[in-house]
Every structure is written in C-alpha cells, then in structure tokens.
C-alpha cells in the first residue's frame, strides 16, 4: 500500500547533489513531496499531478512518471537547510486527497 | 491564531483510559485528516473527513474514534488507550484535493505516551 521510497538514507557535503526516488505499485493520480525537520511537522513542498512531468525551484524540483508509477526529488547544490526527512506521499485518485506516505528518506548534509 | 493548532502537545497516560486529542484549524479547509507517525512506518492516515459530518476510516483506525460536528475541529479519541497507540499524532487540513494547488498542512504534532 505504502510507496517505497530509496534510498532510506543519504549522507551529503554542503554542495552536492542527491536524487531521493518514490515508486508506487499501483496507479497513481498525484505525488507530493513533504520535508520534515526533527521533532517537526511536515512541511509541503511541491505537488506533481498527472499529466505534469516535472517541476519545481532551481535547487529542488521534482518529477513524475506516471507510467512507472514512479517520482523523484532532487536537491542539487545542497544547503545545511536541507537536512531533515523526506517524504513522498501518494494520491491513487480514487478518494482525492487520501495520501499513502513512504516511509521516508533522512538527509544530512554537512559543512 | 491562525493556521491549524493541535492540543495538548504532550500527554502521558495509562492503560485503558479514554483520551481527547484536539485539532483547530481557522482556515474553513473542507478536509481534514488525523495521522500518526512511528519511527520505521512514516505517516499512516488514521480517520479523515471531507466535510462537517462526513468521516470516513484510513489505513489504521482501530481504537480510534473521530467526529466533526463543526468545520474547523476534528477530535480525536482512543477510547481505551493501549501502549501501541503511543505515537506522534498528527492532523492536517487540505481546501483542494486532486487540485495543482492542493497542500496538507499540518499541525505541530501530539506526542502521545500510554503506559
């Protein structure tokens, strides 16, 4: 039920790049993506609908494969501010707005 | 305040009693959601509703009961605690699902200890 996300941990210079990936077993309508800083809510970043390949800032952008059922986030240029866990969460469609969340991705980067 | 508040922020409590957890929100969001998050599983939707009086189950609702008799509150309650619904609980409201501006917001989080 839950999409599996990878990899569960990623370990970064102040700079560097990452790739965190979220797949689905099932058909998928929209992917979100979530930060959350320790003993934090989840913050929103971005939504990718079906239909709408990829988007995004400069240093955070996502993309969809609806086919693959599959998405993935990218940080490129990491800040400090970066660090914390990501989470995909997944819309089917069938009840709108209904979300099933990766187990996350923890990010640390450092100076 | 605005934005979505949950109370209290930390409870601790024993075995078999009933416990209330609150969630506000002043934005008029139709949907409203209650989830909890244990380390290892990530967020797993309890109970959400579209709307006042509609309330539908998630991915884990056994031991929890939900009503929203009012648009901007979604209580929660576990009507006999047990010690694996200690957890961080988390609400979130969302004006339009399915829609490209569609955002959960959350609320700053339950920590919830049953002993």
């Known amino acids: 039920q839950q999409p599996v996300q990878s990899p569960q941990a990623v370990i970064l210079r102040e700079g560097e790049d990452a790739v965190i990936n979220c797949s689905s077993s099932?058909?998928?309508?929209?992917v979100h993506w979530y930060r959350q800083k320790h003993g934090e809510a989840p913050v929103f970043l971005m939504i990718?609908?079906?239909?709408?390949e990829q988007k995004g800032h400069e240093k955070i952008s996502a993309s969809f494969n609806e086919k693959k059922q599959q998405s993935s986030l990218y940080l490129t240029a990491s800040q400090l501010s970066y660090s914390g866990t990501y989470f995909c969460?997944?819309?089917?469609?069938?009840?709108?707005?209904?979300?099933?969340f990766g187990r996350g991705t923890q990010l640390t980067v450092w100076p | 305040d605005a934005g979505i508040t949950q109370s209290p922020r930390y409870k601790i409590t024993e075995t078999g009693r009933q416990v209330t957890l609150m969630c506000h929100q002043t934005?008029?969001?139709?949907?409203m959601f209650w989830y909890r998050q244990d380390l290892g599983h990530g967020l797993r939707l309890i109970y959400y509703?579209?709307?006042?009086?509609?309330?539908d189950k998630g991915e884990v609702p056994d031991g929890y009961v939900v009503s929203r008799s009012k648009t901007e509150n979604f209580p929660l309650t576990l009507e006999s605690a047990t010690r694996s619904q200690t957890s961080v609980y988390f609400c979130?409201?969302?004006?339009?699902?399915?829609?490209?501006?569609?955002?959960?917001?959350f609320g700053p989080g339950t920590r919830l200890t049953v002993l």
């Open positions: 979130a409201s969302s004006e339009n699902p399915g829609a490209e501006e569609d955002t959960q917001y």
């Open positions: 099932k058909a998928l309508y929209s």
């Open positions: 990718l609908l079906k239909g709408g």
């Open positions: 969460g997944t819309d089917r469609g069938s009840t709108l707005g209904r979300l099933y």
């Open positions: 934005w008029s969001h139709s949907y």
């Open positions: 509703s579209a709307a006042a009086d509609i309330t």
